[in-house]
């Protein structure tokens, strides 16, 4: 198989790629323009002969055509990760989501190039507080542009799939979290006590609970779910089973960190920046069904993300 990862220097895309190279049958091309990706993530492979690096945006529609040749699928990672620049920029999500995957799509097209696997999130289902989404949920009223263009893409997906006989497999993810992360709260936690050892601040109340699931799982599930499945569209929610809350996160961050007596300080308000969903609950039936779980609940993914960021030793669960 000859794979094509756009994103695939950033944190998901790359544990993706080490995934994939453990077989030596699949080749593997990394198309990414390293906004927020790191060389140092797959640096590794550059010479190895089954993995070339291509460094360009998606958003160069004549590169994307001539990069795309010859694969037979796409794992399309791209995308801004930060929720919260678009109150600044506020076509940075159209572009970097929506225009970007139109690109991908568009170079599928001309290619003939049929799969495709897109990473979506919880972002597409709105602020709902409790209720547990499953993928039928409607109306998808999203409150950030993130989400909104997430879920934009997935129309664009659609549409292109039934019109052009592609096939796609659509992941709405919960936080993802684990070695390579190049944002999110632990991420950001540890950078900060590294800083200031002594005081911690928090966004929000600290009391927002989300499902955490560790990269590996999400590989894991991609992978399952891609071969279990074969409608023209698939969709399913990747999570785990639990909830956790920011402050508990700190609480494992301090502790693993070993620090002691850090005082709090909080921005206030129940979310942590504007567009941000303080409780997020998915429905798990669809993939529990197929077969599929998460090998790690959120504390323990935690517990492990923080520990592979700062270079310790993790156990690996059976
Ligand atoms: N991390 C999460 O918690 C999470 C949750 C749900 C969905 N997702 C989605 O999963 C995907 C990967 O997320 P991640 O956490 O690995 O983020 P990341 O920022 O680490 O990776 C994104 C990669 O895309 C690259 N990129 C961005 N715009 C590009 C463009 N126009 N052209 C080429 N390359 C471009 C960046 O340099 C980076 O390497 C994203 O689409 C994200 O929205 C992530």
């Known amino acids: ?120 999130g919880s972002g597409v289902y709105g602020d709902v507080g409790l209720t547990e989404t499953p993928e039928d949920f409607g109306p998808l009223m999203p409150s950030s542009m993130y989400g909104a263009c997430k879920l934009g893409s997935e129309a664009i997906i659609s549409a292109f799939c039934n019109m052009f006989d592609m096939q796609s497999w659509i992941f709405r993810f919960a936080n993802v979290i684990g070695k390579n992360q190049t944002h999110g709260v632990g991420f950001d936690f540890i950078n900060k006590l590294k800083k200031e050892p002594k005081q911690l601040t928090i966004l929000g109340d600290g009391t927002q609970s989300k499902s955490y699931i560790h990269v590996n799982d999400v590989i894991d599930a991609i992978l399952f779910v891609a071969k279990k499945t074969n409608e023209i569209v698939n969709i399913y929610n990747v999570a785990t089973d639990d909830y956790i809350t920011v402050n508990e996160i700190a609480s494992i961050v301090i502790k693993e960190m070993n620090l002691e007596n850090v005082i709090f300080e909080y921005t206030g308000g129940k979310r942590g920046w504007k567009g941000d969903v303080p409780i997020v609950r998915f429905n798990l039936e669809k ?12 504390k323990e993914a935690v517990k492990r993300s923080i520990r592979e960021m700062l270079n310790k030793e993790v156990v690996a669960k059976k």
């Open 287 to 298: 993939i529990h069904k197929l077969g599929w779980k998460s090998k790690y609940n959120s």
């Open 1 to 120: 198989m000859r794979y094509l990862i756009t994103g695939g220097a950033g944190f998901i895309g790359s544990t993706i790629v080490d995934k994939l190279l453990e077989d030596d049958i699949n080749e593997v091309t990394v198309f990414d323009n390293f906004c927020s990706g790191k060389l140092s993530y797959i640096e590794k492979y550059l010479n190895n002969k089954r993995f070339k690096l291509i460094k360009g945006d998606l958003l160069d529609l004549s590169l994307i055509k001539e990069s795309i040749k010859d694969h037979n699928f796409i794992f399309h990672f791209a995308a801004n990760p930060d929720i919260s620049k678009a109150m600044i920029e506020t076509d940075l999500d159209l572009r970097l989501s929506i225009i970007a995957t139109y690109n991908l799509l568009e170079a599928m097209r001309l290619n003939r190039i049929k799969k495709i696997v897109y990473s979506s």
